[in-house]
């Protein structure tokens, strides 16, 4: 059966915080990963990975892919007070339907 | 641009009573998406479609839920007769197409159930 995984489930840390966000995944057929921020409105769009070791970054953000470990990571450095959210990634198998998978995601607050 | 419009955005009804959610995607995006999120959880697909062909229904619980796609462009969703375990949000999301990597999704319908 298809899964993603994200951990941790929640983070309380405090502005100027580094956090590591993780997301593993078991599908067939790996197509693409997606990361997205859900405020109390509609998810957006933060990343997609499709290649292995490439480094996806916009400003404070990055996230990279490792296609041989079956997982990825939201970097978010010199965090604020606004990037308190669930982050959530889901993946895209290739089994003959673009499914989206998504996990629990993981909920971020940032302290002042 | 428009994005993708749902309604209502909050919506009480009692158990056994019908309820119906309508999605507007964003214009020229021919692959819409329903989804459910319980509390604490991701989303879950309910259904998707290409233009006006629902291509995967496979997590639709058929029983009480329906929804269409009249024209290729709004959806509605609806659920008749709603349970308690119906209470979640209802997110649309269109894509430009099934290739298209990026979804875009709507600011969801809040559904509780009493």
């Known amino acids: 059966e298809d899964k993603v995984v994200q951990s941790p489930l929640s983070l309380v840390v405090h502005e100027g915080d580094t956090v590591t966000l993780n997301c593993s995944y078991e599908v067939t057929n790996f197509r693409s990963l997606l990361w997205y921020k859900q405020e109390k409105k509609a998810p957006t769009f933060l990343f997609m990975l499709t290649s292995s070791g490439i480094e996806k970054k916009s400003g404070r953000l990055s996230s990279i892919l490792d296609k041989k470990e079956l997982f990825s990571i939201l970097n978010i450095t010199a965090t604020q007070t606004g990037d308190s959210a669930i982050y959530l990634c889901a993946v895209a198998p290739t089994s003959g339907t673009y499914k989206y998978i998504f996990g629990t995601g993981t909920r971020l607050k940032v302290l002042a | 641009e428009a994005g993708v419009v749902q309604s209502p955005r909050y919506k009480i009804i009692e158990k056994k009573q019908p309820v119906a959610f309508w999605c507007n995607p964003i214009s020229g995006h021919n692959t819409l998406y329903w989804y459910r999120q319980n509390l604490g959880q991701g989303p879950e697909l309910l259904i998707r479609?290409?233009?006006?062909?629902?291509?995967?229904d496979s997590q639709l619980p058929k029983d009480r839920f329906s929804a269409e796609r009249l024209k290729g462009v709004d959806s509605t969703l609806k659920i008749q007769p709603a349970e308690l375990g119906d209470s979640a949000v209802y997110l649309c999301?269109?894509?430009?197409?099934?290739?298209?990597?990026?979804?875009?999704f709507g600011e969801g319908s809040r559904l509780t159930v009493l």
């Open positions: 479609y290409e233009n006006e062909e629902a291509v995967d």
């Open positions: 999301a269109s894509s430009l197409d099934s290739e298209a990597g990026e979804l875009f």
